[in-house]
């Protein structure tokens, strides 16, 4: 079941539009957060799976910091990149940030012991997911972000793959 944005809809922030063909544009750091604020005001958030994408440098955890910081987290939001998983809590909502980029074989989620994570209630973002392998479940919603040509700006296609993922959508469209 996929759901993807409708061709040439307009978005409220900046001058992007969200669609399946062709990406929208987070002009600058702060449309990034404006777009993260939206997406944090959604209740679909409370147990959802958004998977990230794009190269390293391409703006995936800098979007995560502007996202945790609307949810309420507080404090110093790092990379995981090291650690693997970093966990944060928000308004009663538990939330973990994974970096799967240094996994050499996907195997390595199992061994890590995040079944039980992902299984749980929370919100769960990850970069490189490609890196696990088939051991992560489907995710919600699939964020591809890229550099575009003016180096501050980013390109983003969004593809939903469940009614969270759905919801979600609809949260940064409406």
Request: avoid cysteine; aromatic fraction near 10%.
């Amino acid at each position: 079941m996929k759901a993807v944005v409708k061709p040439l809809q307009q978005t409220r922030f900046g001058r992007g539009q969200i669609h399946a063909g062709h990406p929208a544009f987070w002009s600058d750091e702060a449309a990034t957060a404006a777009w993260a604020a939206r997406l944090a005001a959604s209740p679909a958030l409370s147990h959802a799976f958004i998977a990230l994408h794009g190269e390293l440098g391409a703006g995936k955890t800098t979007f995560v910091r502007h996202l945790l910081r609307a949810l309420g987290v507080q404090g110093r939001i790092k990379s995981p990149t090291y650690a693997v998983v970093e966990p944060h809590e928000a308004r009663g909502l538990a939330i973990w940030h994974f970096d799967f980029y240094r996994f050499g074989d996907p195997r390595e989620w199992e061994d890590a012991g995040l079944r039980d994570i992902f299984a749980a209630r929370g919100l769960k973002l990850a970069e490189w997911p490609g890196q696990a392998g088939n051991f992560l479940p489907r995710a919600d919603l699939d964020l591809r972000i890229a550099t575009a040509s003016d180096d501050s700006a980013r390109a983003i296609t969004l593809e939903a793959h469940t009614p969270t993922g759905r919801a979600l959508l609809e949260a940064v469209r409406a």
